[in-house]
Structure formats: C-alpha cells, structure tokens
C-alpha cells in the first residue's frame, strides 16, 4: 500500500516561511514527478510546483516564482517545498502528489492528505 505523509502547514504572518515535506513510501515504485497542488475555498485547483525525481527538472507557477523552492532527498524518497515571503493569496491545502510512468506511459498517482497553510496576520 503506497503511501503519501506530508507534514509543514501551519499558520504564519505575510513576510513569513514555511516548509512542506512529502515522503512517499517505499513501496511506490517508478515515480517519474513529484510535486504539490493546492486548493482554498472557491478557486480551482492549480499546481504550485515539480520536480522530476530522476533528473531535477523544476516547474512552478508563475505566483511563486522567486519565492518557493522545490527540492528532492532521493536518499529519502522525500521532497521538500521551501515557501519564503509567504502572502495571504497562498492560503490554501497543499496536497503532495507523485505520478508514476512505466513504460513511457504515465500510470498512477498518489496522493497526501494534504496540509494546510495559512498566511494571515
């Protein structure tokens, strides 16, 4: 049974810092991205940021640029999202995801149950 634990949310001021983390177990295997999602009241989901396990590639959303920084500990099957300058619009659940791709085919994702982050003064 894969599993997701992600760990970091908390409340904190504008101008503040968080850090998210997400181990995946060791029993998924063949994980080609991880990254998060996150999702506040009233607005769609929308992807924050990812890494590609093997090679490091990094994507994020254009509102966190300069300000997040993802990063990975193959050691530890666990990725990290380090959040400075922290604002009230990133209030939101963060939901860590890996997505796995065998065969050149992508297959399964998995999911954290999520962590929430609010910034507020």
């Known amino acids: 049974q894969g599993q997701l634990v992600e760990s970091g949310g908390g409340l904190v001021q504008p101008g503040g810092s968080l850090r998210l983390s997400c181990a995946a177990s060791?029993?998924?295997?063949?994980?080609?991205?991880m990254g998060w999602y996150r999702q506040a009241p009233g607005k769609q989901r929308e992807s924050v940021a990812s890494i590609i396990i093997s090679g490091g590639n990094i994507n994020y959303v254009d509102s966190v640029k300069g300000r997040f920084t993802i990063s990975r500990d193959n050691a530890k099957n666990t990725v990290y999202l380090q959040m400075n300058s922290l604002k009230p619009d990133d209030t939101a659940v963060y939901y860590c995801?890996?997505?796995?791709?065998?065969?050149?085919?992508?297959?399964?994702?998995?999911w954290g149950q999520g962590t929430q982050v609010t910034v507020s003064s």
């Open positions: 995801y890996a997505h796995t791709l065998i065969a050149g085919t992508w297959k399964n994702v998995y």
């Open positions: 060791g029993s998924i295997s063949s994980i080609e991205v």
